[in-house]
């Protein structure tokens, strides 16, 4: 279990670092600037904004990761305020155009977001985050 555990936060990790480094460099066609008019449009706050908060959230994101590699409690309550405020941050910063890519690795990082809160939560693996170091799970 703690195996599986590792693997699916490093593949997580690893995803982050994909779509980072995606964004920039997979092409939208033959005028990949064109895709960028219309990110923010309609939304809540302004593009420059939505790009700092989407960083900043990527960050927290990496810190929750390697917070739970080493069986952080905090690093738990991390990941969940993370995604709740992703979906926050998605829901107000208006029209964006991803590729097929990006939508793709998206939704399967979500899937995984949830096995490893369902795991740290629900699962023995509970234990190994616990300040009491007794009945831990090997």
């Known amino acids: 279990m703690i195996k599986l ?14 779509l ?32 700092a908060l989407f960083q900043i959230i990527y960050a ?6 390697i917070g739970l590699v080493f069986f952080q409690n905090w690093a738990r309550v991390l990941l969940i305020f993370a995604a709740v405020i992703w979906g926050i941050l998605t829901s107000i ?3 964006a155009v991803f590729t097929p890519f990006e939508v793709t690795t998206s939704f ?3 899937i995984i977001d949830g096995m490893i809160i369902s795991f740290s939560f629900f ?14 799970v090997t």
């Open 5 to 18: 555990f590792k693997s699916l936060i490093a593949l997580q990790i690893f995803s982050i670092i994909v």
């Open 20 to 51: 980072f480094i995606s964004s920039n460099l997979y092409g939208y066609g033959n005028y990949p600037e064109m895709a960028f008019f219309w990110i923010g449009t309609n939304s809540l706050i302004d593009y420059y904004y939505i790009s």
């Open 60 to 65: 927290l994101y990496i810190a929750a990761y």
């Open 93 to 95: 910063s208006g029209l």
């Open 108 to 110: 399967y990082m979500n």
């Open 123 to 136: 699962t023995s693996l509970n234990y190994k985050f616990s300040k009491r170091k007794e009945n831990l």
